[in-house]
């Protein structure tokens, strides 16, 4: 019987050296690892292991559901809840998770609730710009001045960078300038004891020479493998692999259309190759390919081929005209992401980021898990 399922695979030593070469970028200072969306699309349950297993000590996920999900994974973690306080308080007690508190408001519910409780120190967001989460700037600055950080006391204070992977951006330095005026204050803060540790760079801050490296980083996309310089070679590992098989082979002549609304006609006698893959797995839709739109490229046979036409719900059909007929068969594999296909070129294909793609990684994939 021909498989139907695509097969990701997971390469956990992959991970592990990401997750070192950004721990070695985050000194004096230590990396913690971001494992949001069900560890970039990776599963939490896959990937905290390897990572606390590599040396991290520290996870951040936005929902408290992937923090349980993550305190199963790593029994002795410190982990983060980016996204602010949930109504029950009672989980943040119960399973050892640590709030982000962006608000007065979460700030006195949580202070209140840890009085009565064991519940672990949190973390407070300050805003330099995002203008997202987090107290702003300056209301943050008069909150530690009024003793706000004596009552809540957090055991880390961070904020997050809009735009640190386009080189020299302005917006970067001002945040940098923004954060350092909190440090500087806690620094100066008599009776903070212990003083917060401080948490700024993600995946493309570490590689921004100017940005102080503090005591926490948190990278994400760039563990997975994402270009966290997207202006230059890529300085991470690959870490994810998707092949699709073929299930058809169709020999077409001059004229023919091929898929949805016909975007693929074929311009000579072509051949075309027939994927079980498509948007209904996460390959998005918008890779499709039109006549002056390339769109998205398998490998096959050593080749890097076109799409032809439209990305189907469960199909994507490539033009392999150029691969010699005896080097392709129904049931053979084509690479749709890997080392020369990379998370980020099929983000740029599909009029998109890498980070959508990961997060996107489909439910009916044959997973598996190497390198572990
Ligand atoms: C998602 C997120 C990160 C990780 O960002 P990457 O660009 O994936 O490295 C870090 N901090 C916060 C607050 C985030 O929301």
Known sequence: MPRHAARLTIDLAALQENWRLLDARAAPGVSGAVVKADAYGLGIEVAVPALWQAGCRTFFVAHISEAVRAREAAPEAEIFVLNGLCDDLSAYAAHHLAPVIGTRAEAADYAAFRATTNAPSPALHIDTGMNRLGM?????LDFLRAGGFQTLAPGLVMTH???????????????IEGFN?????????????PK??????????????AAPRHALSRPG???????????????MRSVIT?????????????????GYNSNFIATRESRI?????????????????????PGGRAKLAGRIVP???????????????????????????????????SVDAVGLAAKTTGYEILTNLGKRYERRVIGG
């Open 307 to 341: 799409f032809a036409g439209n990305v189907s719900m469960d199909l994507i059909t490539l033009d392999i005209t150029d691969v010699p007929v005896d080097a392709v068969k129904p049931g053979d594999m084509a690479l749709l992401i890997g080392e020369e296909l």
């Open 161 to 175: 960078f809009v735009s640190a992977e386009i080189p020299g951006d302005a917006e970067t330095t001002a945040q």
């Open 221 to 235: 996309y760039a563990l997975y493998g994402g270009n966290p310089t997207p202006d230059a070679p890529n300085p």
């Open 136 to 140: 702003a700037l300056q209301d943050g």
């Open 181 to 193: 005026q909190v440090a500087d204050a806690i620094q100066r803060l008599h009776g903070l004891n």
């Open 242 to 258: 998707l092949e699709a098989p073929i299930i058809q082979i169709h020999a077409v002549p001059k004229g023919a259309r091929v």
């Open 196 to 209: 917060p540790r401080l948490s700024l760079c993600n995946s493309s801050g570490l590689f921004v020479e």
């Open 273 to 293: 190759a027939t994927l079980s893959c498509g948007y209904a797995d996460g390959y998005p839709r918008n890779a499709g390919a039109r006549p002056g739109a």
